[in-house]
């Protein structure tokens, strides 16, 4: 009779995160296109009033984005630290691929975008919002392919987005910061050299780290730093060396939180951000609303300036020998998940709101610009990725 297998990790948190995202992406697809049938109707008033309306001193859409996306940023921290030091991104051979595609995929939309905003002072803040690519949405078109496209480039394009997801966290942190108050950032600065004393003492709890972590928020909140990047500093100090009492890495606090996290982020926190922010009322508006400059250089980014960057970055790494094309796929692949880096959801309303926090009619031009440019990034791909030749299948990796 064979030994019993011992695994020494938890089965890959990777897997998991592919199907939950997979599977949350088609929910967020659903409620997006809600949301928009809400918004064109007679519950209008309804919808946009509720948004609106205060609690406990905030608007329910505050809520949403500052607090419930706070937890979304909290497990894009999470992913990333894991990745980093214990998954596809752990070594520099693993990073050089996504890194560079997903570099020349935030360099390129931002070009485009910039390029046709150059007169406008006012537009030309929203410069980074075709720079994000939203990985559920990516994974969920993914998911109605199946087989068709190889694993590896499913986990190409999980590892480029969470570098991607790092890129928008420094471009929210240095670009779109309020004025600062000095007592709420040296709070909160002591609350996050507390969570790394905590981290340096071994305290495996995650208790004590998601009581302070609340009170970081908080002051992150007070501080004129976005109230999100609070849940990044939090992910950055939860251990991920195994528990001395369970030797394996399931015992982790980094793994048990990010496990315990990904339903309720896939299929309710992304759902209601992307319910509450993709309401657009397409009163008086016709095609000739994405001709102005800023709905037009978020489509163009994201569509053009995506592929362009993602697919340009990537054959230059590729033919320079810094890295090898995802096993098992051809280049026609490799092309449509470019494409599908052009969808760029919930980061890219994120970065829209807090580039154009007083505007309700840029932020509407913003909703036009990323959901038409999302939407023809997502078919393309969708297109391009099922009608492509497999003949690489079979090709040797060097």
């Known amino acids: 009779m064979a030994a019993p297998v011992i695994r020494t990790k938890p089965l890959s948190a990777l897997r998991d995160f ?3 995202e997979a599977a949350g992406g088609i929910v967020l697809m659903v409620v997006a296109a809600l949301a928009l049938v809400i918004a064109n109707s007679p519950a209008a008033p309804l919808y946009f009033g509720a948004l609106k309306s205060y609690v406990l001193g905030l608007s329910v859409l505050h809520w949403i984005n500052d607090a419930l996306m706070a937890v979304f940023f909290l497990l894009v921290g999470l992913e990333i630290k894991r990745e980093m030091l214990d998954g596809q991104l752990s ?4 990073r050089v691929l996504p890194g560079f595609a997903a570099l020349g995929g935030m360099i390129a939309p931002a070009l485009i975008y910039v390029s046709l905003n150059l007169g406008s002072p006012d537009s030309l803040r929203g410069w980074a919002i075709p ?9 969920g078109v993914l998911s109605l392919l199946g087989p068709r496209v190889p694993a590896s480039l499913k986990v190409f394009l999980t590892a480029l987005a969470i570098l991607d997801d790092l890129g928008a966290v420094i471009i929210i942190a240095v670009f779109y910061t309020a004025e600062l108050s ?5 709070l909160a600065a002591a609350t996050l050299a507390l969570l ?7 305290v495996m709890r995650l208790s004590p780290y998601l009581l302070l972590g609340a009170a970081l928020w908080y002051f992150t909140l007070k501080s004129g730093v976005h109230a999100t990047l609070a849940g990044v500093a939090l992910a950055l100090t939860i251990p991920l060396k195994p528990s001395p009492a369970r030797p394996d890495h399931a015992g982790s606090p980094l793994h048990r939180l990010e496990h315990a996290l990904q339903p309720y ?3 309710l926190i992304i759902p209601i951000f992307g319910f509450a922010n993709a309401g657009v009322s397409f009163a008086g508006l016709g095609l000739a609303a994405l001709g102005q400059a800023l709905p037009l250089g978020i489509m163009l980014g994201l569509f053009l300036g995506k592929q362009i960057g993602v697919f340009g970055f990537g054959w230059l790494a590729i033919r320079a020998g810094l890295a090898d094309l995802p096993a ?3 280049w026609a692949q490799f092309y449509g998940i470019a494409l599908l880096c052009g969808i760029g959801f919930t980061m890219s309303l994120f970065i829209g709101l807090l580039a154009f926090p007083y505007s309700e009619a840029l932020q509407s031009q913003t909703k036009i610009g990323v959901l038409a440019g ?3 990034s997502g078919f393309c791909g969708w297109v391009l990725l099922r009608l492509a030749p497999r003949e690489d299948m079979h090709r040797p990796q060097g």
């Open 18 to 20: 592919l199907k939950s």
């Open 91 to 94: 070594s520099w051979g693993r």
């Open 131 to 139: 720079t994000a690519t939203d990985i559920a949405f990516a994974l």
């Open 182 to 186: 000095g007592l709420y950032l040296g």
């Open 196 to 202: 790394a004393a905590l981290n340096r003492a071994g």
């Open 265 to 267: 982020v896939a299929f």
């Open 328 to 330: 098992n796929a051809s």
């Open 374 to 376: 999302s939407l023809l």
